[in-house]
């Protein structure tokens, strides 16, 4: 109760002082808390914004390699309109052939590839549009692929479209 000099021993000072420094600490525990979430709401609104940039970049890229490809064709057409024999035709021809051949070398540069597989038809890849009564095919196996189906890196990024014996 009393110490050396004989004077009555305050529990409470301690006390508020240590409550002091506890909410002061507090108080800078939420100033901090408050920045950090104005900080991390600040990054995910950048992010957002640097993707959108970023998707837009790569479908600007994808469309860019078609704009020549368009251009080639409306030559072609345009030629197509002046020919007047069936030898400038089969030239022109040649000039379509020559174009197909560059949009295939363009589709493949992205990682789009035929698909091969059109033998037995699988729901995954195939999409049914007919079916046809056919003697010499099996049931289940495709007679006639009306449309190329393709895959993307692997997946199918659209499914050929087919008529299935029954």
């Known amino acids: ?36 979430l104005a900080d991390f709401d600040n990054y995910r609104k950048r992010e957002e914004k640097d993707r959108v940039a970023r998707v837009q970049s790569a479908q600007a890229d994808v469309l860019r390699d078609f704009l ?25 021809l040649a000039g379509f052939e020559l174009i197909y051949k560059s949009l295939c070398k363009i ?33 289940g196996s495709i007679v006639a692929v009306l449309e190329k189906g393709y895959l993307f890196k692997g997946t199918v990024l659209r499914p050929a479209r087919v008529s299935v014996a029954q």
């Open 1 to 36: 109760m009393n110490d050396e000099n004989n004077k009555p021993i305050d529990m409470n000072d301690g006390e508020s002082h240590g409550s002091a420094v506890c909410e002061q600490e507090l108080q800078q525990v939420k100033e901090r808390y408050k920045y950090l």
């Open 68 to 92: 020549s490809l368009a251009d080639n064709f409306e030559r072609a057409l345009n030629d197509m309109a002046i020919a007047q024999n069936s030898e400038q035709l089969q030239q022109k």
């Open 107 to 139: 589709i493949e540069s992205y990682g789009v590839t035929e698909m091969k597989d059109t033998v037995t038809f699988d729901p995954a890849k195939h999409e049914a549009l007919m079916f046809v009564s056919q003697a010499d095919a099996p049931s």
